[in-house]
């Protein structure tokens, strides 16, 4: 099944610039499709982006299109999630996914105010 493990959450300012970093273990990095999701206090988990084993192909949620980008080092064995503009909005749980398999981090929290 392997592991997942997430960094980079951070308090920061509205408009601020914030790079999260999943870290998989315990099997093939290359061939998996990644996704991050995420869960603000008394919400539902929702997705925000996805990643595929071809690289090239990316999913973003509306509100992560424009400001969010998705990308991976497979010889890192390391999923990104560059996000910008940062808006109270996006503060919560940030969570790396492994699809196909039900594999979940344990999750980062990135809060968001002035």
């Known amino acids: 099944q392997g592991h997942l493990v997430e960094s980079g959450g951070a308090s920061v300012q509205p408009g601020d610039s914030l790079r999260l970093s999943c870290v998989g273990a315990?099997?093939?990095?290359?061939?998996?499709?990644f996704s991050w999701y995420r869960q603000a206090p008394g919400k539902e988990r929702e997705h925000v982006a996805t990643?595929?084993?071809?690289?090239?192909?990316?999913e973003y949620s509306d509100s992560a299109k424009g400001r969010f980008t998705i990308s991976r080092d497979n010889r890192r064995s390391t999923v990104y999630l560059q996000m910008t503009d940062l808006k109270p909005e996006d503060t919560g749980v940030y969570y790396c996914?492994?699809?196909?398999?039900?594999?979940w981090g344990q999750g980062t929290q990135v809060t968001v105010s002035s």
């Open positions: 990643i595929y084993s071809t690289e090239t192909l990316k």
């Open positions: 996914h492994r699809m196909s398999y039900g594999t």
């Open positions: 315990g099997f093939t990095f290359s061939d998996a499709a």
